[in-house]
């Protein structure tokens, strides 16, 4: 008799305004931290939302989604089904620490841009800016990422940046040291959504699309050995380490951004570098 009764109630409640399961059906990989990729899976068809955000969904109900260098601390996700209500999800996003990174003797021409330079400066950041908003339904973002390059670490992600003594932007990239003229190769496949010979902070200047609001930046290059609209494979040598624009030796700045959310690049290959 109490079995029974306790069937019936589970059978109301499950009847209720929450005839929906608990949780909802997903799978997600990565921390909930600041500046890292998270990658998720649920039932395809389903429509995703991260901050309300609608995400693209694969065909298999694949997904990914970056939190910020200064993401705040809590984040959302919203998951619908077909003919369902809502599982809104919170999650509290872990806080980084950041380094203090000062770097003197820059010509002060490089720290403090003179008026005449600021029209060109603005015309590159927008450049920098299309190539982070690009949706594309390329997978290449759900391959496992490698280096592309080899070298000690100088530089590491989130650094906040003092210049000859002024705070400046932090630094979003991870920067791999080496000789001017050793090869950059493409950590995952991509689309090369920006080939830029000489920008005035980043030098010459590469973007490949990884599909997914996924792109990956490559700073002060020597030489680009691909074109823009070119597919590359992971692993394909896509430019020369450089000196370019404003930099104080020889290296590679490798950034990974989720449109406008700049991850840490640093955490996307296998350890043991
Ligand atoms: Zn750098």
Known sequence: ?????????????????????????????????????????TTPGAEVRFNGRLLRLGPQGQFVFGLDRDEPAEASLAI?????PEWLLRYPVAKREYRIQRLNGLPDKQVNPEPAMQARIAAEAALNRAA?????????????????????ITGVFGSQRILNGEPKQPHYGVDVAGPVGAPVRAPAG????????????????LY?????????AFLHLSKIL????????????????????????????????????????????????
């Open 1 to 41: 008799m109490l079995r029974s009764l306790a069937v019936l109630l589970l059978a109301l409640i499950s009847l209720s305004a929450r005839s929906q399961d608990a949780t909802p059906p997903l799978a997600l990989k990565g921390e909930w931290r600041q500046g890292s990729l998270l990658f998720g899976a």
């Open 80 to 84: 619908r089904l077909p003919d369902q």
């Open 132 to 152: 982070r908003a690009r949706d594309s339904d390329t997978a290449f973002v759900f391959q496992r990422f490698v280096w592309p390059a080899k070298g000690p």
């Open 190 to 205: 991509g689309v090369v959504s920006l080939a830029h010979r000489d920008m005035f902070f980043s030098g010459g200047t």
């Open 208 to 216: 490949l699309d990884h599909g997914y609001g996924v792109s990956s």
């Open 226 to 273: 691909v074109k823009e609209g070119q597919r590359v494979r992971q692993g394909d040598k896509i430019a020369l380490i450089g000196k370019t624009g404003r930099v104080t030796g020889a290296h590679l700045d490798w950034r990974v951004n989720w449109f406008e959310a700049r991850v840490d690049a640093q955490e996307l290959p296998p350890s043991g570098h």
